[in-house]
């Protein structure tokens, strides 16, 4: 008797041909018939077959990967509750195979395991695919009908509503009585939450962390989201950003793609990833029964936000273009260390900072150190500087041109030979063609012209691959042309006009800057082999500050 396990999913709620109860049965039965033993199982519910990112299915697979589950078989309903996606079924097939697990279909027996039995199974994956492809358009079409009739789409409601069924107004009637749809309307506490949200915006023009600060003073502790969790910023951002909220509900919007999954120690092969669609395949419905604000006070907070903008900043505050960005690690995790601004409410002591990432919002690492941005910046520019224009790095840099330049003529293969021989081929060729005109008998001599020739074309080919001599090595004007561009490379670092321009730079001079827990910076010059302690200027004392980043204007933090 082999051993074999099981697996079962439904995708959305099914009729009982389709139920978890019907597809156990099923495998039961089959499995008995074949004198098979079920000795594991494991199901998803709800879950798409289009990938194979499925929590119940990725255990099981993880069980046969690592020999805690021994089976030679594994049981579905149906190979589409396997998987509705060719290439996918065919990956995870072959991957089960490799552990010795094959794949069988209580639904769709398929004897044969050669060709002919391949062939089959991938039949029915395209069908399957073919078929989840038709339904997918299909009920999207219908969910965008229902968004047109200015219905709810489905899903939980967005903060400030309530969630309702009503009669469908056309009055259609399924086999359990009269269609219902969904609608919202307002939930009063939460509403006056989100008109007060979009007032603070336009009021006072702080970003969604302050905001959510001050509904809390008012409230006298926190601010509740839908899900019971506190709002917080991210929540106040995204309710800022919500069209819903005058009235305007737009589905489809985004929309789910699979794409090839990065992590290598993941069992998932792809994934699901949201993307953004393009405007013109939205459904755009104005519905004023869920309006709760009005245009220009919508229109008022988006300008607010887009004055909280920092320009040149990457996408906002979270993603700061600073200029040691992706040279710094953490010593204590070795993970990124990134930068961070700060300034005071009323826009004094602006400065910047540096600390692990993954120190930050309740992550991993231990690692607590800042490192203030000026005093750091500063240093290593000074540091790059002061090697770049001292005398010892001019004399080394020359020294270490010529030898380079030395070393490579003498690697090249010897000219003089090959020409030494083609002069000598010439001449041959030229006493052999005057021997010709005098001679009764020239075919000897023709023959022997032509041997001559043939090698003289093989000479001439070796020496078109040899590297002519280089001239000789202007010093003077080398020096000259060295202190050009590394002025040009000071005065880069010195404007700081572009960041990016700037943080290349220093990558020529700078391999790593390390930030160890205890608030010491190290850095490892490119060419060194150890880490070389930093020596930094206290900061300026709190209240100074320090003027903007490039190309920033704002005066208020987002």
């Known amino acids: 008797m082999a051993k074999a396990a099981m697996y079962l999913r439904v995708s959305m709620e099914q009729d009982d041909k389709n139920s978890f109860d019907a597809q156990r049965s099923k495998i039961l039965e089959v499995a008995r018939a074949n004198g098979d033993e079920i000795v594991d199982s494991d199901q998803d519910d709800g879950e798409s077959g289009k990938s194979g990112d499925r929590a119940g299915f990725l255990r099981l697979l993880r069980k046969i990967k690592n020999g805690e589950l021994k089976v030679s078989k594994l049981y579905v309903f149906k190979f589409s509750r396997f998987m509705r996606n060719l290439d996918e079924s065919s990956f995870f097939k072959m991957l089960l195979e490799s552990y010795g697990v094959t794949v069988v279909s209580a639904m769709e027996p398929i004897p044969d395991d050669g060709p002919m039995g391949r062939f089959f199974q991938k039949v029915i994956a395209l069908v399957d695919e073919l078929s989840s492809d038709i339904t997918g358009m299909h009920v999207l079409a219908g969910m965008e009908e229902i968004a047109r009739k200015k219905y709810w789409t489905g899903g ?170 992706g040279l710094f690690v953490c010593g204590a995790c070795g993970k990124s260390v990134g930068g961070h601004f700060q300034q005071n409410a009323d826009g004094s002591n602006r400065y910047h900072y540096y600390r692990c990432r993954e120190s930050v919002g309740g992550k991993v690492c231990l690692n607590r150190a800042k490192v203030r941005g000026i005093p750091l910046e500063t240093a290593l520019l000074a540091k790059v500087e002061a090697d770049l224009f001292s005398e010892n790095f001019f004399d080394d840099l020359i020294e270490e041109i010529i030898r380079l330049h030395a070393a490579e003529e003498a690697g090249k293969p010897d000219r003089s030979a090959y020409e030494k021989r083609l002069a ?123 003027p903007p980043p490039p190309g920033s204007d704002i005066t208020r933090r987002p």
């Open 156 to 325: 939980p409601p967005p903060f400030g509503y309530r969630l309702i069924e009503i009669p469908d107004r056309d009055n259609p009637v399924g086999k359990n009585g009269p269609v219902l749809r969904g609608d919202l309307i307002p939930h009063e506490t939460q509403a006056q939450i989100v008109r007060r949200i979009f007032e603070l915006s336009v009021s006072t023009g702080l970003g969604g962390g302050r905001i959510y600060a001050i509904l809390c003073a008012e409230a006298g502790g926190p601010v509740l989201g839908s899900n019971g969790a506190p709002l917080g910023a991210r929540g106040v951002n995204v309710i800022l950003r919500k069209t819903i909220y005058k009235g305007l509900f737009i589905y489809n919007s985004h929309g789910m793609k699979l794409v090839y999954n990065e992590d290598g120690g993941s069992e998932r092969r792809m994934r699901n990833s949201r993307y953004a669609k393009h405007e013109e395949k939205w459904v755009q419905v104005q519905n004023e029964a869920w309006r709760l604000i009005s245009d220009e006070l919508w229109e008022a907070a988006q300008r607010s936000r887009k004055a909280n903008y920092r320009a040149e900043f990457g996408q906002g505050p979270a993603k700061a273009n600073y200029l040691l960005t």
């Open 424 to 546: 000598e081929l010439s001449a041959e060729i030229l006493r052999l063609t005057e021997l010709a005109l005098q001679a009764p008998d020239v075919r000897e001599i023709g023959s022997c012209i032509r041997r001559k020739e043939e090698e003289r074309k093989d000479i001439e080919a070796r020496l078109a691959a040899v590297p002519a001599p280089a001239k000789p090595l202007n010093c003077a004007a080398l020096l000259e042309t060295v202190r050009l561009k590394l002025g040009k490379t000071r005065d880069l670092l010195k404007s700081k006009s572009d960041m990016a321009e700037m943080r290349m730079e220093l990558r020529k001079w700078i391999e790593a800057i390390r930030l160890d827990p205890d608030g010491r910076v190290w850095v490892k010059w490119n060419g060194a082999a150890i880490f070389e302690f930093l020596e930094l200027q206290p900061a300026s004392e709190p209240g100074e500050g320090e």
